[in-house]
T-cell receptor
Framework: DQQVKQNSPSLSVQEGRISILNCDYT??????FLWYKKYPAEGPTFLIS?????DKNEDGRFTVFLNKSAKHLSLHIVPSQPGDSAVYFC??????????FGAGTTVTVRA | EAGVAQSPRYKIIEKRQSVAFWCNPI?????LYWYQQILGQGPKLLIQ????????DSQLPKDRFSAERLKGVDSTLKIQPAKLEDSAVYLC????????????FGPGTRLLVL
């Protein structure tokens, strides 16, 4: 069963604008959330994470927001750049530290 | 620091044949993971090693899949016999430890079973 869902398979955004990627989860035991970025023919690379004790974590142009009551998290990229064009995976883990991944969202940044 | 290495990068086999994938993790990383990523889905954990011991293999189809990690470093994942539904990218990842450490992924092996 899919415990982590990314309902938008793709997102197109103009360079310089904000990209907002969404992720929903069903397992209330998840307490650690991550975003990975993947370029074609490469493995996923870690982007940013957030613990359930926080509701926001920021790293440069990337900010992750966590809404525990809604079991929802989002990734904001501001401003979007052409190099941000990639597939973004949301992932979550509980105390067993096993990562459950969403299906990914393909972001295309238009010049 | 060298990243996670995997080989081969691509493999095409016929159903019922066998295939093996190799992974060399980042030096000093105690934990090694094998994931299966089917087209259009996110990576799914198959097996996790801590040094050379298996921590979790609950999602490994043990009737056809096997994996080992010799001397707590390199690892091989084998499929015998392969089925059409095994067509996927097989990703290897490693981390310093299993407790909330960042996982570093290799480029993956793309397997096509005909």
């Amino acid at each position: 069963d899919q415990q982590v869902k990314q309902n938008s398979p793709s997102l197109s955004v103009q360079e310089g604008r904000i990209s907002i990627l969404n992720c929903d989860y069903t397992n209330s035991m998840f307490d650690y959330f991550l975003w990975y970025k993947k370029y074609p023919a490469e493995g996923p690379t870690f982007l940013i994470s957030i613990s359930s004790i926080k509701d926001k974590n920021e790293d440069g142009r990337f900010t992750v927001f966590l809404n525990k009551s809604a079991k929802h998290l989002s990734l904001h990229i501001v401003p979007s750049q052409p190099g941000d064009s990639a597939v973004y995976f949301c992932a979550a883990s509980a105390r067993d530290y096993k990562l459950s991944f969403g299906a990914g969202t393909t972001v295309t940044v238009r010049a | 620091e060298a990243g996670v290495a995997q080989s081969p990068r691509y493999k095409i086999i016929e159903k019922r044949q066998s295939v093996a994938f190799w992974c060399n993790p980042i030096s000093g990383h105690a934990t090694l993971y094998w994931y299966q990523q089917i087209l259009g889905q996110g990576p799914k954990l198959l097996i996790q090693f801590q040094n050379n011991g298996v921590v979790d293999d609950s999602q490994l189809p043990k009737d056809r899949f096997s994996a080992e990690r010799l001397k707590g470093v390199d690892s091989t994942l084998k499929i015998q016999p392969a089925k059409l539904e095994d067509s996927a990218v097989y990703l290897c990842a490693s981390s310093r430890d299993r407790v909330r450490e960042t996982q570093y992924f290799g480029p993956g092996t793309r397997l096509l079973v005909l």
